[in-house]
């Protein structure tokens, strides 16, 4: 069977580079982008849109009615959602089968399991991950720190929410990993390099 | 500045064994029941006695009152618990000054900040802590898995709020260690020298 490392991770705790240096230093397979490409090939959805609906917590449970109607609008997002995760975990085990792997996010310990993922989630400190947000800010995007930390909070109960719906379990209850890494103030490089060596 | 490494540990996550092992491997200081007998000496109390009241949670706030009067028993206890808690402080900081050293407990986590500790967690499903408890038990201790489950969750209790009492944070907050680490079914002897490798 393959290896696979699945990584949770807080937003603005680097996880997406740690993900990437590992797997290069593993020379494991590493899918991001490519995921959302082939869901879109799949689902015949956007990729703009697949990446908005990946990020918003399912909510199926309180749809907005209108009257005695429920919202259609609603109802077709709860779908799509749905039939994204579906294609999305079919796609993550097609992967898993594939090669040595590493997947960032998307339950995918959760979805993996039969594979006896290696399962990290990396954590750190609010003050430590609004300065690793501006450190990695794209030209023209100028949050103030209140707003950065508005922003973590909302990303993080969305992936919390999304994790919880589609698994029952809590997104950041260590049980559910075996490593738990706190990036604080620590060189993403440095860490990933660390911990290659102990996964190979 | 000496190398300190720091184990918090749920029960029956093969903490101490770890520890050891660490400490081992590192060839650093590993202190266990030394630390006990040195404050005996310190304090004029028994061992055996200092051993049960750092396994008590404190409980200062609410004292058994008898009539107006506040418990004589509870007053006494209170402030050896406290006597205890100030000269192990003294102790490990000396003890940190001395050499490299892995300390399991104690809160050391907090009480040696200044030494920047590595401060790793250990815990595990329950049902493995169970195992393990099982295969460590004295020849003629014979807890059933419900008898060991009431055991755990007591000495757990009492740990996370004996922490939290004299630091004021949370003792199963991930924030508050460097690796949190899942031992379920794992080799202790095995996941220590992995751990080794990285810290050294």
Request: hydrophobic content about 45%; overall charge positive; charged content about 25%.
């Given at each position: 069977m393959n290896k696979v490392i699945t990584i949770s991770r807080e937003f603005g705790s680097g996880g997406r580079e740690f993900a990437r240096r590992l797997a290069d230093k593993l020379n494991f397979a590493y899918y991001d982008r490519e995921i959302i490409t082939?869901?879109?090939?799949r689902t015949n959805l956007a990729e703009e849109?697949?990446?908005?609906?990946n990020e918003q917590r399912p909510s199926p449970l309180f749809p907005i009615t209108v009257g005695n109607t429920i919202s259609p609008v609603m109802d077709v997002m709860w779908e799509q959602q749905n039939q994204i995760f579906v294609e999305q975990s079919n796609l993550l085990k097609e992967l898993a089968e594939k090669s040595d792997c590493v997947i960032v996010g998307r339950a995918a310990d959760y979805v993996l399991e039969d594979f006896k993922?290696?399962?990290?989630?990396?954590?750190?400190?609010?003050?430590?991950?609004?300065e690793r947000c501006k450190a990695r800010a794209k030209d023209g995007e100028n949050l103030n720190d209140r707003q950065l930390k508005q922003k973590i909070n909302e990303v993080d109960k969305n992936r919390a929410k999304y994790y919880q719906?589609?698994?029952?379990?809590?997104?950041?209850?260590?049980?559910n990993y075996d490593l738990c890494i706190n990036t604080t103030d620590k060189d993403i490089k440095k860490l990933a390099?660390?911990?290659?060596?102990?996964?190979k």
């Open positions: 082939e869901i879109a090939k849109y697949i990446q908005h609906l993922p290696f399962r990290i989630r990396l954590y750190a400190e609010l003050g430590s991950r609004i719906f589609y698994t029952g379990k809590k997104w950041a209850d260590p049980i390099e660390f911990f290659a060596d102990i996964i």
